[in-house]
């Protein structure tokens, strides 16, 4: 870990990051909605729902970047100014992904969080750009990474300029096909060794299945995450991308309460 400077923990205080109410470093962050932004209806119903049940911040992808050319690629402008009324509804800051450097300073016009998705974990370009801008940076691990090459990535944000980067650990790849990744819960009790940065957990992209999303939730609060990122729609069974790893606001609700009433009880017994 000899290249890892602006990120290592050492004698830094740990990083504490504002959006709008909400707060990622302290207590839990909860961040939900759709895997893509489909239509206004879907979006801001979905929004209204994750508002309700408690989440502190709202997902929703404008741009796809997608295994296959001819899978639904996202919205785009259109999806922004979508998301961007969600938050007029609502209230909860927005957390969308940006794949093109070329996209990233209008983006941020509409993005209160930045997210860095796990296939352009490594493309130092995009890194390079976002991390000129005053916007925070939700930095998800690459399928195939390790923590030390995780690290390296953020250091490049950190280097341009930019302190607040949020680290995603969303599953790796392994031999194991029952769940669509492999949680590596150990990297969160690892970066707080190592790092002053905050550390979030996908439990949806990590299962890909919506019976595993609240154990693995509270698993995430268990081993001292600052919160979760995870995919809501008003309608799973609609939705036109990740419907299989997708809860429905009612499940949504009940996650929610769990992950909460545990993570107070961790801090009562402290």
Same mark, same amino acid.
């Given at each position: 870990?000899?290249?890892?400077?602006?990120?290592?923990? /050492?004698? &830094? $205080?740990? =990083?504490?990051?504002?959006?709008?109410?909400? *707060? !990622?470093?302290?207590?839990?962050?909860?961040?939900?909605?759709?895997?893509?932004?489909?239509?206004?209806?879907?979006?801001?119903?979905?929004?209204?729902?994750?508002?309700?049940?408690?989440?502190?911040?709202?997902?929703?992808?404008?741009?796809?970047?997608?295994?296959?050319?001819?899978?639904?690629?996202?919205?785009?402008?259109?999806?922004?100014?979508?998301?961007? /009324?969600? &938050? $007029?509804? =609502?209230?909860?800051?927005?957390?969308?992904? *940006? !794949?093109?450097?070329?996209?990233?300073?209008?983006?941020?016009?509409?993005?209160?969080?930045?997210?860095?998705?796990?296939?352009?974990?490594?493309?130092?370009?995009?890194?390079?750009?976002?991390?000129?801008?005053?916007?925070?940076?939700?930095?998800?691990?690459?399928?195939?990474?390790?923590?030390?090459?995780?690290?390296?990535?953020?250091?490049?944000?950190?280097?341009?300029?930019?302190?607040?980067?949020?680290?995603?650990?969303?599953?790796?790849?392994?031999?194991?096909?029952?769940?669509?990744?492999?949680?590596?819960?150990?990297?969160?009790?690892?970066?707080?060794?190592?790092?002053?940065?905050?550390?979030?957990?996908?439990?949806?992209?990590?299962?890909?299945?919506?019976?595993?999303?609240?154990?693995?939730?509270?698993?995430?609060?268990?081993?001292?995450?600052?919160?979760?990122?995870?995919?809501?729609?008003?309608?799973?069974?609609?939705?036109?991308?990740?419907?299989?790893?997708?809860?429905?606001?009612?499940?949504?609700?009940?996650?929610?309460?769990?992950?909460?009433?545990?993570?107070?009880?961790?801090?009562?017994?402290?």
């Amino acid at each position: 870990m000899n290249g890892i400077k602006l990120t290592a923990l /050492k004698e &830094k $205080e740990r =990083t504490v990051i504002y959006v709008g109410d909400a *707060v !990622i470093g302290e207590g839990f962050c909860v961040i939900a909605g759709p895997c893509s932004v489909e239509n206004e209806k879907q979006t801001i119903e979905t929004a209204r729902a994750v508002k309700e049940a408690g989440a502190d911040m709202m997902r929703g992808g404008a741009f796809k970047p997608r295994t296959s050319p001819y899978a639904f690629q996202g919205l785009g402008l259109k999806g922004l100014k979508i998301l961007k /009324k969600a &938050k $007029e509804e =609502t209230g909860l800051p927005i957390v969308t992904e *940006v !794949i093109d450097t070329r996209d990233v300073p209008w983006v941020c016009e509409y993005a209160d969080v930045l997210q860095i998705g796990a296939r352009n974990m490594q493309n130092f370009s995009l890194l390079k750009e976002v991390g000129k801008m005053q916007k925070p940076v939700l930095l998800k691990r690459g399928m195939n990474s390790t923590i030390e090459e995780w690290l390296n990535c953020a250091e490049y944000i950190l280097d341009g300029g930019n302190s607040d980067v949020i680290l995603c650990e969303r599953g790796i790849r392994t031999f194991e096909n029952y769940t669509r990744n492999t949680l590596d819960i150990s990297a969160v009790p690892s970066l707080k060794e190592l790092t002053h940065l905050p550390v979030i957990i996908d439990p949806s992209h990590a299962s890909g299945r919506v019976s595993l999303i609240s154990p693995l939730s509270l698993a995430a609060v268990a081993a001292g995450a600052d919160g979760i990122i995870v995919e809501v729609h008003i309608n799973p069974s609609e939705a036109v991308c990740d419907k299989e790893q997708t809860l429905s606001p009612k499940q949504f609700a009940e996650m929610v309460k769990k992950t909460r009433n545990l993570h107070k009880f961790m801090a009562d017994s402290e």
